[in-house]
């Protein structure tokens, strides 16, 4: 198995086993017991678009992220595959969050059966870590890079207490070279026409898909003023200056710009 994969499974399974020692559970728990909490900051603001991907979630609510900006930086190859993307005018790129000191977001917060994440049943041997990973979570998040990161509840009237969740960030080439190969980057990617997933720069004018920002926009909406204001105002274009609110200000098509039939329920906010 390639060393980067087997790396990031390690990764994965040292995530899982922090998030139960923060919420106080035993290794030795019922397997089912164990939940692993995720961040959502574009599709995944909404409940409805976040059950296709986690049926089994709970506790669906609103927290917030900080020391990392929500930006519109890289195309995904879900855009290309479906015909969302327009190469005329570079509306082609998706969302993920990067470091930066002083940035901050509104995120959905739920919990997930560990094994949502690729975890498989306990081991039974006791001489292994209890969990045993597969690919299943790393092929569905394929270009990013995976990290457990502190976040705030959003309507937490209780005593601070330490919370982490599991967040899609910003990655590089190297790394999706490094864990996916060539192969499966040009099939992704570089049929397209598309030479890099990381690498656009602020004047690149590359722009968010149209069909997925109206999504992410309309699940924003629907979870609140809150969630919607920081939607506008703290994400970002690729230039890491130009926000939502003032880029649908000048590109006000966006919000017209319907998905197929077939995916109206996949992009319908």
Not at 91 to 106: D, I, K, R, W
Not at 108 to 114: A, D, L, M, Q, R
Not at 162 to 190: I, P
Not at 231 to 242: I, P
Request: aromatic fraction near 10%; charged fraction near 25%; hydrophobic fraction near 35%.
């Amino acid at each position: 198995m390639n060393e980067t994969i087997v790396q990031q499974q390690v990764q994965l399974a040292l995530l899982v086993i922090l998030s139960v020692i923060l919420s106080g559970r035993s290794m030795t728990s019922n397997h089912s017991e164990i939940h692993v909490s995720i961040l959502g900051f574009g599709s995944l603001l909404s409940e409805s678009s976040s059950r296709l991907t986690f049926p089994m979630l709970k506790n669906f609510r609103l927290g917030r992220v900080k020391n990392y900006r929500r930006v519109f930086a890289h195309p995904a190859s879900i855009f290309f595959q479906r015909g969302l993307a327009n190469f005329e005018t570079l509306e082609m790129s998706s969302l993920s969050a990067e470091p930066c000191e002083g940035a901050t977001f509104v995120c959905s917060v739920f919990e997930v059966p560990s094994d949502c994440l690729g975890v498989c049943k306990e081991n039974t041997d006791g001489d292994s870590l209890p969990f045993s990973l597969n690919n299943q979570f790393r092929e569905r998040e394929e270009e990013f890079n995976i990290v457990f990161v502190p976040y705030e509840e959003l309507d937490d009237k209780k005593e601070h207490m330490q919370k982490s969740g599991v967040l899609c960030t910003r990655s590089t080439d190297e790394a999706y070279l490094a864990m996916w190969g060539k192969h499966r980057f040009e099939e992704n990617y570089g049929k397209y026409g598309i030479r890099t997933i990381w690498g656009y720069d602020a004047n690149s004018g590359l722009r968010p898909c149209s069909v997925y920002l109206r999504h992410c926009v309309l699940a924003a909406k629907s979870m609140g003023d809150p969630c919607l204001l920081s939607f506008l105002d703290e994400t970002f274009l690729v230039d890491r200056k130009t926000t939502i609110r003032s880029y649908l200000e000048k590109y006000p098509h966006v919000m017209k710009t319907l998905p197929p039939e077939k995916l109206r329920s996949r992009y319908g906010g």
